[in-house]
């Protein structure tokens, strides 16, 4: 079954929930928080993103069938991973009956910041597996969000899915048949501002 889904965060500025749900959105992703500044090697300082609250609740008090989140890596070893993931939990905690499809993690790189891309695709798999862990014992899904490039070339994302970790597939600038055709096991598949 195919859904028509957003993802958001305060870069999309103040949005309209009443609209959304009259152009026929089903489900939204929500960005909740970020581990740090995407430009630092140096230690992770969480934050919440400034839209956080007025989206989540906009999604819901209009009648948005779906809602998940997403928190955007910046740790790299096992103890900040793990904090971070507490620190997303803790915040989306009142919202818990809400969020009904995937709490995800967006790990990439910015092109001048190749922090992950350093790292290394086991380094990298452990990582995720040590963030989904603590959100798994909470009683969400667990999913992974990174384009083709950064998926092939900084995971082993076989064993991501082994360990039921979905994959959120951003392949922008293709057209819905050529994403699925390539990596049709993905849970969702994003085109560009909006996925299915």
């Given at each position: 079954m195919n859904f028509n889904m957003i993802d958001v965060s305060t870069y999309q500025g103040v949005i309209d929930w009443f609209k959304v749900k009259q152009i026929g959105i089903d489900v939204a992703i929500i960005k909740a928080s970020q581990g740090g500044s995407a430009s630092s090697n140096g230690p992770i300082s969480p934050f919440v993103?400034?839209?956080?609250?007025?989206?989540?609740?906009?999604?819901?008090?209009?009648?948005?069938?779906?809602?998940g989140v997403y928190h955007y890596l910046?740790?790299?070893?096992?103890?900040?991973?793990?904090?971070?993931?507490?620190f997303l939990l803790e915040l989306i905690k009142p919202y818990k009956a809400s969020i009904n499809t995937?709490?995800?993690?967006?790990?990439?790189d910015m092109s001048k910041y190749p922090k992950?891309?350093?790292?290394?695709?086991?380094?990298?798999?452990?990582?995720?597996?040590?963030?989904?862990?603590?959100?798994?014992?909470?009683?969400?899904?667990?999913?992974?969000?990174?384009?083709?490039?950064?998926?092939i070339n900084c995971f082993n994302y076989n064993e991501l899915e082994e360990d039921n970790i979905g994959i959120?597939?951003?392949?922008?600038?293709?057209?819905?048949?050529?994403?699925?055709?390539?990596?049709?096991?993905?849970?969702?598949?994003?085109?560009?501002?909006?996925?299915?």
């Open positions: 993103d400034p839209s956080f609250k007025r989206n989540i609740e906009g999604a819901i008090n209009n009648g948005i069938k779906g809602i910046a740790g790299t070893s096992d103890y900040e991973v793990k904090y971070e993931a507490k995937f709490v995800a993690v967006d790990v990439e992950y891309r350093n790292l290394g695709k086991d380094t990298n798999t452990e990582l995720v597996r040590a963030f989904c862990y603590e959100i798994k014992k909470e009683g969400y899904k667990p999913v992974l969000y990174s384009n083709k490039s950064f998926l959120w597939y951003a392949r922008w600038g293709v057209d819905e048949g050529i994403a699925k055709t390539e990596e049709p096991d993905m849970i969702a598949w994003q085109f560009g501002r909006c996925f299915v």
